[in-house]
T-cell receptor
Framework: AQSVTQLDSQVPVFEEAPVELRCNYSSSVSVYLFWYVQYPNQGLQLLLK??????LVKGINGFEAEFNKSQTSFHLRKPSVHISDTAEYFC????????????FGTGTRLLVSP | ETGVTQSPTHLIKTRGQQVTLRCSSQSGHNTVSWYQQALGQGPQFIFQ???????GRGNFPPRFSGLQFPNYSSELNVNALELDDSALYLC????????????FGSGTQLSVL
């Protein structure tokens, strides 16, 4: 079984400041890793994913994440946030073999203020 | 916009009633997954349909059931609604069972009173 922990339920930050949203996971098998964003009253949109290869993954809207296998982490970063980045961010994993359901964390609300 | 459409967008039911939620998958996609997102929580996997057969299920009771039609659209049915069933229900479609190519709809907000 897999589990995902997003320790920060809310992260307030000022516009143009850098941000890091933390994600740790637990799994007995190899996993793929994902970050999704959810804007108010909308579904989930894929920001980026790690399947294999380079541990630094670049996604949409200037976000990037780094896979650290030894620390079982997949933290999301952005060097300079905008007001429009205010949203809920979900980290998720799925096993690389067998039935591939997504297991999500509880989410981190990013609040960007001017 | 992903091309995955869900209807209705909002629904209010009372405890004990039955509800049907609908999902039209993105063109060319043959797999539909359903997720329940309770307030303040991450989405939880309900089940997945691949070529009209259920091929995976999460930890949900049998009163949660589904269908997939030949055009790959899907329904989620919930019987004997309980207050805790109040949530956003998300549908996601993909070509095959690959999570790396999963596209989500905007969801149906279900309120059970």
């Amino acid at each position: 079984a897999q589990s995902v922990t997003q320790l920060d339920s809310q992260v307030p930050v000022f516009e143009e400041a850098p941000v890091e949203l933390r994600c740790n996971y637990s799994s007995s098998v190899s996993v793929y890793l994902f970050w999704y964003v959810q804007y108010p009253n909308q579904g989930l949109q894929l920001l980026l994913k790690y399947l294999s290869g380079s541990t630094l993954v670049k996604g949409i809207n200037g976000f990037e994440a780094e896979f650290n296998k030894s620390q079982t982490s997949f933290h999301l970063r952005k060097p300079s946030v905008h007001i429009s980045d205010t949203a809920e961010y979900f980290c998720a994993v799925s096993p690389t073999t067998g039935f591939q359901k997504l297991v999500f964390g509880t989410g981190t609300r990013l609040l960007v203020s001017p | 916009e992903t091309g995955v459409t869900q209807s209705p967008t909002h629904l209010i039911k009372t405890r004990g009633q039955q509800v049907t939620l609908r999902c039209s998958s993105q063109s060319g996609h043959n797999t539909v997954s359903w997720y329940q997102q309770a307030l303040g929580q991450g989405p939880q996997f309900i089940f997945q349909y691949y070529r009209e057969e259920e091929n995976g299920r999460g930890n949900f009771p049998p009163r949660f059931s589904g269908l997939q039609f030949p055009n790959y659209s899907s329904e989620l049915n919930v019987n004997a609604l309980e207050l805790d069933d109040s949530a956003l229900y998300l549908c996601a479609s993909s070509l095959g069972q690959l999570n790396e190519k999963l596209f989500f709809g905007s969801g149906t907000q279900l309120s059970v009173l």
